[in-house]
């Protein structure tokens, strides 16, 4: 089994918003679990020189461990009961540079997603901000007009962007995980107008916005249109930017910025990586071998221009 890393950054377009403040936000709830039906998950982010560095957990609601043992071509199945205080576990790190907030995350078969994560992080984030909002509503007393309250409200309404950085040789395929395709948008430089009106006004133009807004019904046809939005960012040698906008198994819209990331990042081999986290705990994580494996992708890997 393979351990992908994948490119992704938060960035802030809100002035009113502090992102380091939700950053510590982050490092403030590492103690806090998730709880859903069949799991729960922690996630642990502490500071670490340059570095923001995270812990994703998440424990299975199962107290059975199946294993199989394959003899001559038959296969035999063995039940093992786990103890009152062990939980099955996959684990997941992560690595975000404090200057930029771009970093990587490692991502195995089964262990937490990068749009499950940015879903939990979004959650806190919001928390918090809706916290920032009504202590400066609070603040302007009881007489404060709906006009006074609904400017503090405006000031908040533009929350933090959490975004895959995008490896363009696995578009289709990353696409197609999502759960529906909203839109795709593609600025060119040029569109070659035939038409002399239009010939004239390009010619006026720094750059051509179009975005294909999706038909209700086929949104969710997601291999189909992953394919397409492929094959049409191929064919065009004039694109200088594209967005698609997916909405992932959570309901959470997702912005993909497919020009982002050239190549490709790297990935490892489970068992190596997995040998790496024997003895993990909450004291120890942020100078585990792995986060070093993850910090020198970053700073000295094929594609760190990435992360500059």
Do not use: W
């Amino acid at each position: 089994m393979k351990v992908k890393s994948i490119g992704f950054e938060i960035s802030n377009e809100n002035p009113n918003i502090n992102v380091s403040d939700v950053l510590q936000k982050f490092i403030a709830s590492s103690s806090r679990v998730h709880n859903y039906a069949d799991y729960s998950r922690q996630i642990l982010v502490s500071e670490r020189d340059d570095y923001y560095v995270g812990l994703v957990l998440t424990y299975k609601n199962q107290k059975k461990n199946l294993k199989s043992t394959i003899d001559g071509g038959r296969f035999k199945l063995k039940v093992e009961d786990l103890k009152d205080d062990e939980k099955i576990v996959t684990f997941n790190f992560l690595c975000l540079k404090k200057s930029n907030l771009k970093g990587l995350y490692l991502y195995h078969h089964a262990s937490c997603s990068v749009s499950s994560l940015f879903s939990n992080l979004q959650t806190i984030s919001n928390e918090h901000i809706r916290s920032k909002n009504k202590e400066e509503i609070e603040a302007l007393g009881k007489s404060a007009s709906k006009e006074e309250k609904a400017t503090v409200n405006e000031k908040y309404n533009q929350r933090l962007d959490y975004k895959i950085i995008f490896n363009q040789d696995g578009i289709e395929d990353m696409l197609a995980e999502f759960k529906k395709i909203k839109s795709a948008s593609f600025r060119f430089s040029h569109l070659g107008f035939s038409e002399k009106p239009m010939i004239a006004m390009e010619e006026e133009t720094q750059n051509i916005d179009v975005t294909f807004s999706i038909a209700s019904d086929s949104r969710p046809r997601t291999d189909r249109l992953a394919r397409k939005i492929h094959d049409a960012y191929q064919a065009s040698r004039n694109i200088i930017k594209a967005k698609v906008v997916a909405v992932d198994y959570q309901d959470n819209e997702r912005f993909i910025d497919i020009l982002n990331c050239p190549t490709f990042f790297n990935e490892y081999d489970f068992d190596e990586i997995a040998e790496k986290v024997d003895g993990l705990s909450d004291d120890n994580y942020t100078t585990n071998a792995v986060v070093d494996i993850i910090i020198d992708q970053i700073e000295n890997g094929l594609n760190k221009d990435v992360f500059k």
